[in-house]
T-cell receptor, first 114, second 112 residues
Framework: QKEVEQDPGPLSVPEGAIVSLNCTYSNSAFQYFMWYRQYSRKGPELLMYTYSSGNKEDGRFTAQVDKSSKYISLFIRDSQPSDSATYLCARRRPTVYGAQKLVFGQGTRLTINP | DGGITQSPKYLFRKEGQNVTLSCEQNLNHDAMYWYRQDPGQGLRLIYYSQIVNDFQKGDIAEGYSVSREKKESFPLTVTSAQKNPTAFYLC???????????FGQGTRLTVV
């Protein structure tokens, strides 16, 4: 089982819809998570980061962590065509060397239709 | 402006040649990372470095090498031993003790 798993989609929704993007993780020991947005042929852009359970909101974006089900979600309200991109979830965890490793899901490709 | 600079943006390599991808950051970040991304795929970790003069192999290190002689620089060499080097390469950095990591704009390497 991969450390972080994400449905690759593609996901297509109409403009204005609420979008729900999800990831699951396999080890509940480390609870630092990030969501990135990546436009085609560009580097990923950090949207939000969160720790442990609960919600974190930033404008139209809400990140949610459910420890009991090992589920992390990103919700986009009032979706816009400019939100069309690939969304990557990531997790930070320590390694045996004392360094911090960043593990990514496969990414979900999202299209918002005008 | 602070940020992460990857160069070149596009790189073409002949089979059997080594090439070096540059990654420079002026964010004073401690940790730096190299990832590879193939079409329709997520990011796979090649190498990472927590501090100067120290680095560890990631999940797909074979055929790659790195150095970390300066805090702001983490170059990646793609050697001829890498059998399928055509990909999009991404460099990231992170401040020690913080979760969020930031990425450069990537280098697209094509073997011709």
């Amino acid at each position: 089982q991969k450390e972080v798993e994400q449905d690759p989609g593609p996901l297509s929704v109409p403009e204005g819809a609420i979008v729900s993007l999800n990831c699951t993780y396999s080890n509940s020991a480390f609870q630092y998570f990030m969501w990135y947005r990546q436009y085609s042929r560009k580097g990923p852009e950090l949207l939000m980061y969160t720790y442990s359970s609960g919600n974190k909101e930033d404008g139209r974006f809400t990140a949610q962590v459910d420890k009991s089900s090992k589920y992390i979600s990103l919700f986009i309200r009032d979706s816009q065509p400019s939100d069309s991109a690939t969304y990557l979830c990531a997790r930070r965890r320590p390694t045996v060397y004392g360094a911090q490793k960043l593990v990514f899901g496969q990414g979900t490709r999202l299209t918002i239709n005008p | 402006d602070g940020g992460i600079t990857q160069s070149p943006k596009y790189l073409f390599r002949k089979e059997g040649q080594n090439v070096t991808l540059s990654c420079e950051q002026n964010l004073n970040h401690d940790a730096m990372y190299w990832y590879r991304q193939d079409p329709g795929q997520g990011l796979r970790l090649i190498y990472y470095s927590q501090i100067v003069n120290d680095f560890q192999k990631g999940d797909i290190a074979e055929g790659y090498s790195v150095s970390r002689e300066k805090k702001e620089s983490f170059p990646l060499t793609v050697t001829s031993a890498q059998k399928n080097p055509t990909a999009f390469y991404l460099c990231a950095s992170r401040r020690g003790g913080y979760t969020e990591a930031f990425f450069g704009q990537g280098t697209r390497l094509t073997v011709v």
